[in-house]
């Protein structure tokens, strides 16, 4: 990394006697919304996790054949939109490691990195589950981490629940009911293309950032028109 320092992981872990709870948010957070955040928080308070690391993707392998914004961006939107929840931290790890991002190289990352006393929690929305038994090396991501699965308007929970029970792999999942948000960053993109308000669908510190750098002004073929 240009000879810059690497990003420390947060400290977590240092009482031996006591076990501490991790969360993964992972995601593309192009931009972060507030269904990533309450998905987080309420996953945070009903597994009772010490901390949320929000991992935004380097080069998410589901979208590598569509234009996905700079790690750099999503990072620094992530930054924004977490920064006043104590328990949330955003880490670099996947922007940092370079080429395609697989969960299962994050996920043995922190397990080698953080004490066994550390639980990993990877956190996913409805239409992530359902994919999940597909991921690379599922297998060792159910070894990994408990998998915390949210409901999310427009996907169906029991779908997943069956399919990762018929996979064979030693998933452990635990379900959890949040208020339905039926935001997405694909119709925040949208939005910010076609010139309308985008505001309460996320923060409003995000929404500056995507104003201030010109962020989703032209997608797919949907440009806003003429220049600022
Ligand atoms: P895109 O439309 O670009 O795919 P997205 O809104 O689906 O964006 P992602 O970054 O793809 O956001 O999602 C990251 C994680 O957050 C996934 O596990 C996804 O299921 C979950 N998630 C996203 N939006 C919601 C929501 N509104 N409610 C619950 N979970 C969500
Ligand atoms: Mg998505």
Do not use: C
Not at 4 to 10: D, G, S
Not at 77 to 82: G, N, S
Not at 99 to 119: C, I, S, W
Not at 211 to 217: A, D, E, Q, S, V
């Amino acid at each position: 990394m240009d000879g810059l320092k690497r990003q420390k992981l947060p400290v977590i872990g240092e009482d031996p006697t006591r076990t501490y709870r991790l969360g993964i948010m992972g995601g593309t957070f192009d931009p972060i919304h507030y269904g990533h955040l309450v998905t987080a928080e309420q996953a945070r308070e009903a597994l009772d996790l010490d901390l949320v690391l929000f991992m935004p993707a380097g080069a998410p392998a589901f979208k590598l054949d569509q234009e996905v914004s700079a790690p750099e961006d999503r990072y620094a939107m992530t930054v924004l939109a977490t920064a006043a929840n104590e328990a949330f931290y955003t880490s670099r790890l996947e922007i940092d490691r370079g080429g395609v991002t697989y969960t299962v190289d994050t996920l043995k990352h922190l397990r080698a990195y953080y004490p066994k006393n550390v639980k990993l929690y990877f956190i996913t929305g409805a239409d992530a589950i359902l994919d999940i038994v597909s991921w690379r090396d599922a297998g060792q991501i159910a070894e990994l981490a408990t998998l915390i699965a949210a409901t999310r308007p427009g996907y169906d929970i029991s779908q997943a629940h069956e399919r990762i029970e018929s996979s064979g792999y030693p998933f452990d999942v635990r379900y959890i009911e949040i208020p339905a948000l039926a935001i997405s960053s694909t119709n925040i993109r949208q939005r910010v293309a076609l010139g309308k308000s985008v505001r309460y669908l996320t923060s409003e510190s995000v929404i500056g950032y995507i104003r201030k750098n010109h962020l989703y002004l032209n997608q797919g073929g949907m440009n806003r028109g003429e220049g600022e």
